[in-house]
Protein backbone atom coordinates (compact mmCIF):
# COMPACT_ATOMS: atom_id res chain seq x y z
CA UNK A 1 0.00 0.00 0.00
CA UNK A 2 2.76 2.32 0.63
CA UNK A 3 4.35 1.46 -2.42
CA UNK A 4 1.26 2.31 -4.10
CA UNK A 5 0.91 5.60 -2.52
CA UNK A 6 4.92 6.47 -3.64
CA UNK A 7 4.39 5.51 -7.14
CA UNK A 8 0.82 7.63 -7.17
CA UNK A 9 2.76 10.59 -5.29
CA UNK A 10 5.76 10.40 -8.14
CA UNK A 11 2.85 9.58 -11.26
CA UNK A 12 1.29 13.34 -10.15
CA UNK A 13 4.39 15.14 -9.31
CA UNK A 14 6.02 14.24 -13.11
CA UNK A 15 2.29 15.11 -14.11
CA UNK A 16 2.47 18.50 -12.43
CA UNK A 17 6.26 18.91 -13.36
CA UNK A 18 4.82 18.29 -17.10
CA UNK A 19 2.06 20.89 -17.17
CA UNK A 20 4.43 23.42 -15.31
CA UNK A 21 6.94 23.53 -17.87
CA UNK A 22 4.32 23.11 -20.67
CA UNK A 23 3.02 26.67 -20.58
CA UNK A 24 3.80 29.58 -22.25
CA UNK A 25 2.71 33.18 -23.07
CA UNK A 26 2.82 35.42 -25.68
CA UNK A 27 2.09 39.41 -25.86
CA UNK A 28 2.24 42.58 -28.20
CA UNK A 29 1.73 45.67 -27.84
CA UNK A 30 -1.10 47.89 -28.37
CA UNK A 31 -1.10 51.57 -29.29
CA UNK A 32 -4.12 54.28 -29.00
CA UNK A 33 -3.48 57.68 -30.28
CA UNK A 34 -6.27 59.96 -29.74
CA UNK A 35 -5.77 63.39 -31.51
CA UNK A 36 -6.28 66.67 -30.61
CA UNK A 37 -9.39 68.26 -32.21
CA UNK A 38 -10.90 71.45 -31.87
CA UNK A 39 -13.97 71.60 -34.16
CA UNK A 40 -16.89 74.53 -34.00
CA UNK A 41 -19.71 75.25 -35.66
CA UNK A 42 -23.18 77.57 -35.75
CA UNK A 43 -26.29 75.69 -36.37
CA UNK A 44 -29.28 78.44 -36.74
CA UNK A 45 -33.41 77.60 -36.35
CA UNK A 46 -34.89 80.01 -38.74
CA UNK A 47 -32.31 81.21 -40.71
CA UNK A 48 -28.66 82.64 -40.45
CA UNK A 49 -29.42 86.13 -40.01
CA UNK A 50 -30.38 88.03 -36.96
CA UNK A 51 -32.56 91.45 -37.25
CA UNK A 52 -32.96 94.17 -35.06
CA UNK A 53 -35.13 96.97 -35.84
CA UNK A 54 -36.36 100.08 -34.13
CA UNK A 55 -39.37 101.87 -33.27
CA UNK A 56 -40.70 105.63 -33.52
CA UNK A 57 -41.28 107.20 -30.57
CA UNK A 58 -45.25 107.99 -30.22
CA UNK A 59 -44.38 111.42 -28.84
CA UNK A 60 -42.22 114.32 -29.12
CA UNK A 61 -39.70 113.87 -26.63
CA UNK A 62 -39.46 110.68 -25.93
CA UNK A 63 -36.73 108.64 -27.58
CA UNK A 64 -36.41 105.44 -30.44
CA UNK A 65 -37.07 102.18 -28.50
CA UNK A 66 -35.25 98.95 -30.00
CA UNK A 67 -38.31 96.72 -31.01
CA UNK A 68 -37.86 93.06 -29.70
CA UNK A 69 -34.42 93.51 -28.11
CA UNK A 70 -33.18 90.18 -27.44
CA UNK A 71 -32.96 87.43 -29.88
CA UNK A 72 -31.90 84.14 -29.71
CA UNK A 73 -31.85 80.76 -32.56
CA UNK A 74 -28.22 80.46 -33.00
CA UNK A 75 -26.83 77.36 -31.66
CA UNK A 76 -22.95 76.64 -30.86
CA UNK A 77 -21.70 73.25 -31.63
CA UNK A 78 -18.22 72.23 -30.76
CA UNK A 79 -15.87 68.80 -30.45
CA UNK A 80 -12.60 68.88 -28.06
CA UNK A 81 -10.46 66.35 -27.33
CA UNK A 82 -7.61 68.52 -25.48
CA UNK A 83 -4.11 67.30 -23.39
CA UNK A 84 -4.41 66.84 -20.34
CA UNK A 85 -5.57 70.08 -17.77
CA UNK A 86 -5.73 71.68 -21.22
CA UNK A 87 -9.14 73.83 -21.58
CA UNK A 88 -10.39 76.13 -24.28
CA UNK A 89 -12.93 78.66 -24.69
CA UNK A 90 -15.36 80.20 -27.29
CA UNK A 91 -14.73 83.69 -28.14
CA UNK A 92 -16.82 85.81 -30.13
CA UNK A 93 -15.65 88.89 -32.19
CA UNK A 94 -17.48 91.70 -33.93
CA UNK A 95 -16.31 92.16 -38.23
CA UNK A 96 -17.35 95.37 -38.89
CA UNK A 97 -18.41 98.45 -37.12
CA UNK A 98 -20.99 98.89 -34.24
CA UNK A 99 -23.39 101.94 -35.03
CA UNK A 100 -22.26 104.84 -32.42
CA UNK A 101 -24.88 105.06 -29.99
CA UNK A 102 -25.21 101.41 -29.74
CA UNK A 103 -24.41 98.58 -27.30
CA UNK A 104 -24.15 94.93 -28.37
CA UNK A 105 -24.58 92.15 -25.54
CA UNK A 106 -24.05 88.01 -26.35
CA UNK A 107 -25.08 85.33 -23.79
CA UNK A 108 -24.68 81.93 -24.20
CA UNK A 109 -27.25 79.47 -22.46
CA UNK A 110 -26.16 76.46 -20.10
CA UNK A 111 -24.91 73.48 -22.51
CA UNK A 112 -28.37 71.10 -23.92
CA UNK A 113 -28.84 68.28 -25.60
CA UNK A 114 -27.04 65.22 -25.90
CA UNK A 115 -23.32 66.60 -25.56
CA UNK A 116 -21.23 64.13 -23.35
CA UNK A 117 -17.44 65.05 -21.47
CA UNK A 118 -16.33 68.48 -20.01
CA UNK A 119 -18.53 70.83 -21.74
CA UNK A 120 -18.06 74.77 -21.31
CA UNK A 121 -19.22 76.74 -18.82
CA UNK A 122 -21.16 80.14 -20.46
CA UNK A 123 -20.23 83.34 -19.10
CA UNK A 124 -23.07 86.16 -18.38
CA UNK A 125 -23.96 89.14 -20.69
CA UNK A 126 -20.94 89.77 -22.69
CA UNK A 127 -20.53 93.48 -24.44
CA UNK A 128 -19.63 92.26 -27.99
CA UNK A 129 -16.61 94.71 -29.93
CA UNK A 130 -13.84 94.03 -32.81
CA UNK A 131 -11.75 92.29 -30.34
CA UNK A 132 -12.32 89.32 -29.04
CA UNK A 133 -14.40 88.41 -25.39
CA UNK A 134 -15.13 85.02 -23.92
CA UNK A 135 -18.45 83.67 -24.12
CA UNK A 136 -17.81 79.96 -23.18
CA UNK A 137 -14.81 79.27 -20.81
CA UNK A 138 -13.49 76.07 -19.27
CA UNK A 139 -14.01 73.51 -22.05
CA UNK A 140 -11.72 70.35 -21.69
CA UNK A 141 -12.56 67.15 -24.06
CA UNK A 142 -16.03 66.82 -25.01
CA UNK A 143 -18.44 67.36 -27.40
CA UNK A 144 -22.15 69.08 -27.38
CA UNK A 145 -24.37 67.23 -29.96
CA UNK A 146 -24.61 68.67 -33.37
CA UNK A 147 -27.47 70.76 -34.77
CA UNK A 148 -30.26 73.00 -32.92
CA UNK A 149 -30.85 71.68 -29.47
CA UNK A 150 -27.67 71.08 -29.01
CA UNK A 151 -25.35 73.20 -27.47
CA UNK A 152 -24.93 76.36 -26.59
CA UNK A 153 -28.33 78.47 -27.60
CA UNK A 154 -27.13 81.91 -28.08
CA UNK A 155 -29.04 85.50 -27.29
CA UNK A 156 -28.35 88.55 -28.48
CA UNK A 157 -29.32 92.00 -26.96
CA UNK A 158 -29.23 95.51 -28.84
CA UNK A 159 -29.57 98.63 -26.32
CA UNK A 160 -29.23 102.13 -26.83
CA UNK A 161 -25.85 103.74 -25.21
CA UNK A 162 -26.68 104.89 -21.90
CA UNK A 163 -23.86 107.40 -22.17
CA UNK A 164 -25.87 110.77 -22.46
CA UNK A 165 -23.96 112.09 -25.40
CA UNK A 166 -24.16 108.76 -27.13
CA UNK A 167 -27.24 109.19 -28.48
CA UNK A 168 -26.15 112.18 -30.92
CA UNK A 169 -24.50 109.45 -32.59
CA UNK A 170 -27.28 107.34 -33.80
CA UNK A 171 -28.02 107.95 -37.60
CA UNK A 172 -30.84 106.44 -39.94
CA UNK A 173 -29.44 103.91 -41.65
CA UNK A 174 -28.75 99.97 -42.25
CA UNK A 175 -25.85 98.15 -40.26
CA UNK A 176 -24.66 94.60 -41.43
CA UNK A 177 -22.26 92.74 -38.99
CA UNK A 178 -20.51 89.64 -39.13
CA UNK A 179 -20.06 87.80 -35.10
CA UNK A 180 -17.15 85.77 -35.55
CA UNK A 181 -16.85 83.02 -33.13
CA UNK A 182 -13.60 80.60 -31.77
CA UNK A 183 -12.79 77.87 -30.32
CA UNK A 184 -9.38 78.28 -28.98
CA UNK A 185 -6.67 77.53 -26.31
CA UNK A 186 -7.79 78.80 -22.51
CA UNK A 187 -4.21 79.35 -21.36
Not at 62 to 68: D, K, L, P, T, V
Request: with cysteine; charged share 20%.
Amino acid sequence: MKLLDAISCFIFFIIFQFAASAQESARHELKIDITEVALLSLQAENGDDVNFETVQPEVAGQSIEIQQNEQSGIWINYSSIVKTDQRRKVTASVVGDIPKGIVLKVKASENQGSGKGRLGEPLSWVTLKQGAVDVISNIGSCYTGRGVQNGHQITYKVELDDESDQYAYLAEGNTSLQILYTLTDDN
